[in-house]
Each structure stands twice: as C-alpha cells, then as structure tokens.
C-alpha cells in the first residue's frame, strides 16, 4: 500500500476529492523510486503542461441556446506531438481529462510511439443532443480548441461517446478554418476520408494481443478461456469477437443496461447484431441469462476485461474477482488499492497503458498513412499492431518479475524513463 502522494496537487484540484488525477498521481509515487537520476525531472508530470477549458454555445433545434464545458489538455509533449481521445460524458470534469492526458503520456510512450500525452472532452450527455446539435456542438469545440491541435502539435482521436462520425466533423472544421484539407488533425476518422483499415476493432485486438502474450507467460492456454467483459462499446466489443475467433468464450457481459451471463458463452457477433442492427437492449438478448450487475465482478471466469469506464474495481469488489488475469481495456479501471489486493491474490492485471494501446499505435499507423498518402493493407495492419504490442509487452513484463513490481509500475518505469530522457535532453529554455 502506498499513502496518497505527499505532493503539492494544482490549485484547480480540490485535495479532499483528487478523483482520477489523485490515482495517477500515486501511480507516479510509485514509480518515482525506480528513475534513478531522471526521478529530479518526475515532478514535470505532476503538472500537465498546457490545459484550455472553453465554453461551447450551442443553438439547440428549439432555438434555446445551451452551453457545455469543454477541455483541452495537453499533458506532456517532450516526445512529439499530443495524442490522445476526446470524450462526451456528462461526468467529464477537469481532473478526469488530466488523468487521461497523462496516462496518454505514459501509453504513448510505453509502446514507444513517438508522440506526447493529450486528451478533450466535453460534459456533456450526447444521448440528449439530436445528430444536428451533436454536429453544431463538436463543431464549435472543435473551433474553439483550435489554438491547439494540428497534424503536428495536437491529434485528437474517439474515446466514450465520440466516433468516426465526430472525427469527420472536427477534420471538417479544423480544415475549414485552415483553408485546406488537413487528414491529418485526427484519426479514427471514416475510411472513406483518410482513416485507416483496422483503427475500428484496434484496441479490443490490441487487448487480446497482449493477454495472449501474458497466458503463455502464466502457462494457461488461451483456446477455451473463459472471458467477463464489462462494456460492449469501441472497445469490449471487438475485444469480444478478437477473443472468441482465437478460442476464448465470452462468459458474461455488461453495459450500461445491465448484465448478462452464459456458462457455454456468448456469441459476439450474435450480440453485436442484437445490439446495433436490431437495436435490442442486453438484458433482452436470447443468448445469455440476466444477471444482477454487482455480480458481475464474481463470475467465474480465467480473464475479467474491464471496457468501459474508469474506478471500477475497487476495493469493494476486488476481492470478489476470480479471473487470473484482468486486461484493462478501459482506461483506469482499476484503483492503486483494488491492484494491491488483486496482487496479493495472485492475479496479474494488465494495465491500461500497454493493454489499451492498440487503438493509439493504429492511430499512428493512421498518422503516417496520411502523411504519405500511402495506405497499407489491414493484413498489413494488424501484423504491425501485433509486433508493436508483443515487443512492448517483452521488456514490461521481464522489468515486472526482476523488480517485483506491478507490471503498471514496470511499464510506468519504461514509459517515464523515455519521457524523462526526452525531457533531460530537451532542457529548460530559456
Ligand atoms: P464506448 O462509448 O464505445 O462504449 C462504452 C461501453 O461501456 C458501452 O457498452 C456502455 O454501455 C458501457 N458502460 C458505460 N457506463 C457503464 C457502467 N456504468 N457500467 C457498465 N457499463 C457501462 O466507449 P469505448 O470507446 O469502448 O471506451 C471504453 C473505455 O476504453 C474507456 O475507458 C476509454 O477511455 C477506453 N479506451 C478506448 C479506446 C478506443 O479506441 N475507443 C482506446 C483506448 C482506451
């Protein structure tokens, strides 16, 4: 156990509900012993570089204006260019798009992709908002973070609630107010418009890429595993059908509507056409049991892949959790004390950071597609993802077992040690 950092938190940050900058921060606390030298420069990422909070009016289709909040934050660019997603969720605040800046910071760089930490969003709840307003709203974010993102200094991306669709309206305006036609600005955009084969099912393949690295290393074979995945979205989704065409069975789902379990296993193509063709609701899928949502996190089951939002397994259900190993497909489901718990039960969880990458690095992949103007193969495509992912995931792993350490920490040392390399030999100017 580690106590809540001793540092000062941003004066913007209330210190009696740090909320997901608070966790990120006691991730550093814990890395901050293994940085030799460089640890003089740690105190860089408890400061986000650049933050821009603005205000989106937005004309509503029964004439009534109404305006959200939304961010911009640019959390370190020692190695490139920021990268990171851009969230529509009602509980998106400022401690939460800092958080997810920097854990883009560490991803990035824990598979060595060569760009910075950033993230958006805007609190907002979309499921309220007609297409047309959903279109007026992102459009006038997009406008107003403009002072920041670029092909070459700030590449926003999808995250909850924002799709191919809100990529292809912030390309849009970005280039309209650039007066040219930019691909570059985001990724996850439509095929048709520059985006890339493979971006689509890309984090949920990423996550099995690296679970089935971490089952040869537990020895457990991955062909018949059973999987509990909590979110159907992006994420869960292509996880589910990536896992269950190498053998695994989906044993039990849950989304926002509730939950669903099924000894024999889900069918994720099945569940997918119920969901998004016939529109269904999970708990009226016919090819599983509804079950209560708190039992989720008991069912029995060798892999737990959380997928949907962050704070998830805590200390009030750690202890209930059977799987072997928990791939973080979500970004920060896991708090610093639900993992000490899971450690001590011997169950290895795979951070974020490295379990979720897989979206960025075809994000990247999408970059230098539309740099070039050279577009791969998806065959192509996911070989790479594949090699990106397993060589990130060698040294991670090996670093975990000779230091003992959480392989979060491991890859936390990997990732701040390229940082904070870039950061020592960029210097302070002036
Ligand atoms: P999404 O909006 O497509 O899907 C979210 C899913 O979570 C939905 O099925 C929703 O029903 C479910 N959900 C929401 N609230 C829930 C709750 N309280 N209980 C249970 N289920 C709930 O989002 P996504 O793009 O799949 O992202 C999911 C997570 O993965 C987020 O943490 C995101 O930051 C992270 N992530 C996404 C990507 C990506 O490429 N989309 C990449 C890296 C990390």
């Given at each position: 156990m580690t106590t809540p950092t001793a540092h000062a938190?941003?004066?913007?940050?209330?210190?009696?509900?740090?909320?997901?900058?608070?966790?990120?921060?006691?991730?550093?606390?814990?890395?901050?012993?293994?940085?030799?030298?460089?640890?003089?420069?740690?105190?860089?990422?408890?400061?986000p570089k650049r933050m821009l909070i603005v205000d989106v009016p937005v004309r509503m289709d029964d004439g009534r204006i109404e305006h959200f909040e939304g961010y911009r934050v640019q959390h370190n660019l020692s190695r490139g260019p920021g990268k990171g997603g851009v969230r529509f969720h009602p509980q998106v605040h400022i401690s939460e798009v800092m958080a997810l800046a920097g854990w883009m910071t560490v991803k990035n760089a824990a598979v060595n992709l060569p760009y910075g930490g950033a993230k958006g969003g805007i609190r907002v709840d979309p499921s309220r908002l007609s297409l047309a307003e959903l279109?007026?709203?992102?459009?006038?974010?997009?406008?107003?973070?403009?002072?920041?993102?670029?092909?070459?200094?700030?590449?926003?991306?999808?995250?909850?609630?924002?799709?191919?669709?809100?990529?292809?309206?912030?390309?849009?305006?970005?280039?309209?107010?650039?007066?040219?036609?930019?691909?570059?600005?985001?990724?996850?955009?439509?095929?048709?418009?520059?985006?890339?084969?493979?971006?689509?099912?890309?984090?949920?393949?990423?996550?099995?890429?690296?679970?089935?690295?971490?089952?040869?290393r537990l020895n457990r074979?991955?062909?018949?595993?059973?999987?509990?995945?909590?979110?159907?979205?992006?994420?869960?989704?292509?996880?589910?059908?990536?896992?269950?065409?190498?053998?695994?069975?989906?044993?039990?789902?849950?989304?926002?509507?509730?939950?669903?379990?099924?000894?024999?296993?889900?069918?994720p193509h099945a569940l997918q056409h119920h969901l998004k063709v016939a529109e269904g609701a999970l708990r009226e899928f016919?090819?599983?049991?509804?079950?209560d949502d708190a039992s989720f996190w008991g069912v029995d089951c060798d892999i737990l892949l959380p997928?949907?939002?962050?704070?998830?397994?805590?200390?009030?259900?750690?202890?209930?959790?059977?799987?072997?190993?928990?791939?973080?497909?979500?970004?920060?489901?896991?708090?610093?004390?639900?993992?000490?718990?899971?450690?001590?039960?011997?169950c290895t969880v795979l951070p974020d950071v490295l379990a979720n990458a897989g979206g960025v690095t075809v994000s990247y992949f999408e970059w230098v597609q539309n740099a070039s103007s050279f577009f791969w193969t998806e065959q192509d495509i996911n070989m790479r993802l594949d090699r990106v992912l397993s060589e990130a995931f060698e040294p991670i792993w090996n670093v975990a077992q000779e230091k003992r350490v959480h392989l979060r920490t491991a890859a936390f040392i990997a990732a701040c040690t390229r940082v904070l390399e870039a950061r020592a030999l960029r210097g302070l100017y002036p």
């Open positions: 938190l941003p004066s913007y940050i209330d210190p009696s509900h740090p909320g997901p900058w608070g966790m990120f921060m006691e991730q550093l606390d814990r890395v901050e012993p293994h940085l030799g030298p460089l640890a003089q420069w740690v105190e860089t990422l408890r400061r279109e007026r709203m992102t459009r006038r974010y997009t406008s107003e973070i403009g002072l920041l993102i670029g092909p070459d200094r700030d590449i926003p991306a999808p995250d909850v609630n924002t799709n191919e669709q809100v990529m292809a309206w912030m390309m849009d305006t970005y280039s309209i107010n650039q007066g040219g036609t930019q691909t570059g600005v985001v990724t996850g955009k439509p095929l048709s418009m520059g985006g890339s084969l493979g971006r689509r099912d890309a984090t949920g393949r990423g996550c099995f890429v690296v679970a089935r690295e971490a089952m040869k074979p991955m062909e018949g595993a059973r999987v509990a995945i909590q979110g159907f979205g992006n994420v869960g989704n292509a996880a589910a059908r990536v896992f269950h065409e190498h053998g695994a069975k989906i044993v039990a789902v849950q989304d926002v509507g509730g939950t669903i379990y099924n000894e024999a296993g889900i069918d016919p090819g599983g049991t509804v079950i997928a949907a939002l962050e704070r998830q397994i805590t200390e009030a259900n750690a202890y209930q959790i059977k799987a072997k190993l928990v791939v973080e497909g979500a970004n920060g489901p896991t708090t610093p004390q639900a993992e000490d718990i899971l450690w001590d039960m011997g």
